[in-house]
């Protein structure tokens, strides 16, 4: 079994389609659709990577991955953002939350395959 | 000096200071005293040299030159890389006081045009409707974007895989024509024009003007919401689907105000106190929400022109029934001194007052706001609390309530030494 991937993401189409690419690539992912209970979702399923998009029902991803920085048994946990906004104060809000990779959307898969390698393997 | 002012423009319209004394009215011993300034001028000499002279008389009098110089130097001081010579900067506009009223115009204008890309920019970074859409579009592109490549890029590809991602493409494609659709309808709705129906509140706002804000169907005995339904289904197309949902549930709530206060007998209790909400909440027993929701909803025929807005606690403006004289914003950014936003900190305390909104065409409106929860508190959640304002026209009955000066929202507001003011004024800095 490979490593774990916990995608959150609230768009199915795109949680398909990337849950797809990495199975294919052998990576064992678990998805989760809203930001209310996203914080239960990463303890419970404990990944080696997390994906996070940006924009959540419930709770902004910049306080899910602010809450995970903030979680002793979670802190190193590195977490790839994914986001529409392409702003720069939001890059700069992403990096003082302590994001791993900011990648904004649409993406290239091979960019996602890519930033999730190098991200578990460092 | 004014004097000296006065000799150069002389000097550089040709003019003999004898000829000038006589068109003027005044001896040229006299003129020769002003122009050494030895004597002070003001008043109907000075207009009189000023026509004769051809130039604007605040162009010869002090205070416009201190003004020119002022702006001169805030000019100079803004690019003081370019080495604008400063020490010089009276002489320059009191030899050429055209081209140095030109350079301070421009500087003006600039100042301006900064302002208005600023508060553009503003706007468009921060309207709900636009990055609710743009992030909609994104989206859309990002799914189809990574499922075509899976297609394009996966060999031996399962059929039951492909099928499925060729729909989520056609899914997605649709919902992207949908969304650019409405971003160009958006973009391109211009203010005060026909094409103004833009987000799905603008259309459902739309849809209860058309019906007048009264609905009939929903004031049977035996009505129900399958008429709340037939009634959204029958506006076909001027309904999207988010305003669809936004129109239910507005027509839901409407349903069951007409249950809790029946159209006769409410229409009775308004015949014998009038449309006051506090005199019909002691005869009905029912809360002053649900009598202001029932005001704004009866014919104007019934009760006259009767407004009212709902907002939640964030402040955006949930619902919007127009009065006359007083404008309101689509969404959010409405004036904080609207008594609708000071009641949502004192729930189901109401405040009654005269409001005036500044400009053109506003006319003083009475006002009653009140707020209340809307759900129930849990100990994980806090009550949702919504706050109603309704607005009548102003009547001697109200002239005990006080008086307050309030604006729509700051950038179309040019109250003065405003305490709430958000953002500066575009109409005040002449947009």
């Not at chain 1, 990495?22 to 914080?39: F, I, P, Q, Y």
Request: net charge negative; charged share 25%; glycine share 8%.
């Amino acid at each position: 079994m490979g490593k774990k991937v916990l995608l959150i993401e609230d768009e199915p189409n795109i949680i398909e389609a990337v849950s797809f690419i990495l199975s294919r690539d052998g990576w064992e992912v678990k998805t989760h659709a809203n930001g209310h209970d996203a914080m239960e979702a990463v303890r419970l399923r404990a990944p080696d990577l997390i994906i996070l998009d940006a924009m959540l029902p419930g709770k902004s991803g910049f306080d899910i991955l602010t809450e995970i920085r903030g979680d002793a048994a979670l802190g190193d946990t590195p977490v790839l953002m994914l986001t529409a906004r392409g702003q720069t104060k939001d890059r700069e809000m992403a990096e003082r939350a302590g994001v791993s990779q900011y990648m904004t959307k649409p993406f290239s898969n091979a960019d996602v395959l890519a930033a999730v390698r190098a991200l578990v393997n460092q | 000096m004014i004097g000296t002012r006065i000799r150069e423009r002389r000097v550089l319209s040709g003019i003999r200071q004898s000829d000038l004394a006589r068109q003027a009215g005044i001896s040229p011993s006299y003129l020769n005293l002003i122009e050494h300034n030895r004597r002070r001028i003001g008043g109907k000499t000075l207009l009189k040299l000023a026509e004769v002279l051809d130039v604007e008389p605040t162009l010869l009098s002090e205070g416009a030159e201190a003004t020119l110089i002022s702006d001169l130097r805030e000019a100079a001081g803004e690019q003081d890389d370019i080495g604008a010579e400063l020490s010089r900067t009276e002489e320059f506009a009191g030899r050429f006081p055209g081209w140095a009223r030109l350079l301070a115009d421009l500087y003006r204008r600039n100042e301006g045009l900064e302002r208005t890309i600023e508060t553009l920019t503003d706007r468009l970074a921060h309207d709900p409707y636009l990055a609710d859409s743009l992030h909609e579009v994104i989206s859309s592109v990002t799914a189809i974007r990574s499922t075509a490549s899976i297609l394009v890029e996966t060999e031996a590809l399962e059929p039951e895989w492909q099928n499925r991602f060729h729909r989520n493409i056609n899914e997605d494609s649709a919902r992207l024509t949908e969304g650019a659709q409405s971003l160009v309808r958006y973009l391109e709705g211009a203010p005060n024009t026909d094409a103004e129906i833009k987000s799905p509140q603008d259309e459902m706002h739309a849809f209860l003007a058309a019906h007048g804000f009264h609905f009939p169907e929903l004031e049977r005995d035996m009505a129900g919401p399958r008429d709340v339904t037939r009634l959204v289904e029958g506006a076909g197309a001027d309904l999207s689907m988010p305003a669809q949902s936004l129109a239910r549930d507005v027509l839901l709530r409407y349903l069951a105000d007409a249950r809790t206060l029946p159209l006769d007998p409410f229409l009775g209790w308004i015949e014998s106190v009038g449309p006051r909400p506090d005199r019909l909440a002691d005869l009905s027993g029912v809360d002053l929400a649900t009598l202001f929701r029932r005001l704004a909803a009866m014919p104007q025929d019934k009760v006259g022109p009767v407004g009212l807005v709902i907002c939640d606690a964030s402040g955006s403006l949930v619902f919007r029934k127009p009065l006359d004289g007083f404008a309101m914003p689509r969404i959010a950014g409405a004036c904080t001194l609207w008594p609708l936003f000071q009641v949502l900190a004192q729930p189901q305390i109401p405040l009654r007052m005269r409001l005036k909104q500044v400009g053109r065409g506003a006319e003083t409106v009475e006002a009653l706001a009140v707020s209340a929860p809307v759900s129930a508190p849990g100990f994980d959640r806090p009550a949702l609390m919504q706050a109603h304002m309704l607005l009548m026209p102003d009547s001697p009955d109200a002239e005990s309530a006080p008086l307050r000066e309030v604006g729509v929202n700051c950038r179309i507001c040019s109250l003065a030494d405003c305490i709430a003011r958000r953002e500066p004024s575009i109409i005040s800095e002449g947009f």
